[in-house]
């Protein structure tokens, strides 16, 4: 589900979220689960009136197939770029071009990263930070995987 900035939207109870954003040091609460307000923990309703788009709307996609060794975008915008990633039996190449950092989070099944000089081995939900100056990597799978991969647009 990408939920762009200045949509107000609310997590429950069970779910596993993984969080790619823009950076920034703002967390406006509108209701906190009717927490108590501390100095850690204020609500910000006016500064949140202020910034929320009323008609923003979450996108939900269905998970879509990728190919043993393959790729593909699940979401793109101005500030980042996330991609599904899946192999087998054959590795996946990636590369930084040396532009942006990325982030790979295992989702299902084991993987190796392996880059020049460098390997990481990866089990469910770990998460290795591959640096820009990096250049061109593969993850090798430990059998059926899948992974997220985050860069800076």
Do not use: M
Not at 4 to 31: C, K, M, N, W
Not at 36 to 43: D, E, K, N, T, V
């Amino acid at each position: 589900v990408f939920v762009g900035a200045g949509t107000i939207h609310a997590l429950g109870p069970g779910l596993l979220l993984y969080e790619v954003q823009q950076t920034s040091d703002i967390t406006y609460r509108v209701f906190d689960w009717n927490r108590p307000q501390s100095a850690g923990r204020a609500l910000h309703v006016d500064q949140s009136l202020a910034v929320a788009d009323p008609g923003a709307e979450g996108e939900a996609k269905p998970r879509p197939e990728v190919q043993d060794g393959g790729q593909v975008t699940l979401v793109e915008c101005p500030y980042f770029a996330l991609e599904l990633i899946a192999g087998e039996a054959r590795p996946v190449s990636l590369d930084t071009r040396r532009e942006s950092f990325h982030t790979l989070t295992v989702i299902d099944g084991e993987a190796q990263a392996v880059g020049d000089g460098w390997v990481e081995t990866l089990g469910r939900f770990e998460t290795v930070v591959v640096p820009a100056s990096s250049g061109a990597y593969e993850v090798h799978p430990a059998g059926r995987f899948s992974a997220l991969k985050a860069a800076v647009e």
